[in-house]
T-cell receptor, first 116, second 115 residues
Framework: AQSVAQPEDQVNVAEGNPLTVKCTYS??????LFWYVQYPNRGLQFLLK????DNLVKGSYGFEAEFNKSQTSFHLKKPSALVSDSALYFC??????????????WGLGTSLAVNP | GAGVSQSPSNKVTEKGKDVELRCDPI?????LYWYRQSLGQGLEFLIY????????KSGLPSDRFSAERTGGSVSTLTIQRTQQEDSAVYLC?????????????FGPGTRLTVL
């Protein structure tokens, strides 16, 4: 069965330190992978995606993620965290053989808290 | 331009009543999705519309839930005979159609509370 796991419910990091939010997936074939962010009292926003090509993708707000096929991971990273990065982060995957069905499989989310 | 809008932003209802939640997608987006997000939980897929194709209803939790999309634009999610476990934030998203994936744009959600 296709699935996405975000193994950490919460991540705490000090402002200025690098941050990593983990995501692993299980899907047959080469997946399409996404990160979304949900700021407090705001809607979900797209951050970045991996479809094909370079395994390191860069997105909004200085975030990047690396697709690692052997480890079936797509961890979200940022070199220097800001307090304003505190939010709920969701990883999602779409199976490549889904045709025109763009339904995504979502992780349960990781709450990131950046402390000043 | 305008993003995805949803109404109402909050809805409090009594158990057993019917509710209708509305979603206005971004103009030109042919794909529309409904999700449910319970407190502290991830996103639960409910239903997906793509153009004139038959909707993917595989995520609807029971036959009390239904959705329609009129004219390929506005969508309404209806919950009949609401139960307390239906309390959640209902999110709508839209995306461009075509053969390539396009990211989903989310509305602010409707917070449903069933007393």
């Amino acid at each position: 069965a296709q699935s996405v796991a975000q193994p950490e419910d919460q991540v705490n990091v000090a402002e200025g330190n690098p941050l990593t939010v983990k995501c692993t997936y299980s899907v047959s074939g080469n997946p399409y992978l996404f990160w979304y962010v949900q700021y407090p009292n705001r809607g979900l926003q797209f951050l970045l995606k991996y479809i094909t090509g370079d395994n390191l993708v860069k997105g909004s707000y200085g975030f990047e993620a690396e697709f690692n096929k052997s480890q079936t991971s797509f961890h979200l990273k940022k070199p220097s965290a800001l307090v304003s990065d505190s939010a709920l982060y969701f990883c999602a995957v779409r199976a490549p053989n889904a045709g025109n069905n763009r339904k995504l499989i979502w992780g349960l989310g990781t709450s990131l808290a950046v402390n000043p | 331009g305008a993003g995805v809008s949803q109404s109402p932003s909050n809805k409090v209802t009594e158990k057993g009543k019917d509710v209708e939640l509305r979603c206005d997608p971004i103009s030109g987006h042919t794909a529309l999705y409904w999700y449910r997000q319970s407190l502290g939980q991830g996103l639960e897929f409910l239903i997906y519309f793509q153009g004139n194709s038959a909707p993917d209803k595989s995520g609807l939790p029971s036959d009390r839930f239904s959705a329609e999309r009129t004219g390929g634009s506005v969508s309404t999610l209806t919950i009949q005979r609401t139960q307390q476990e239906d309390s959640a934030v209902y999110l709508c998203a839209s995306s461009l159609g075509g053969t390539r994936y396009n990211e989903q744009f989310f509305g602010p959600g409707t917070r449903l509370t069933v007393l």
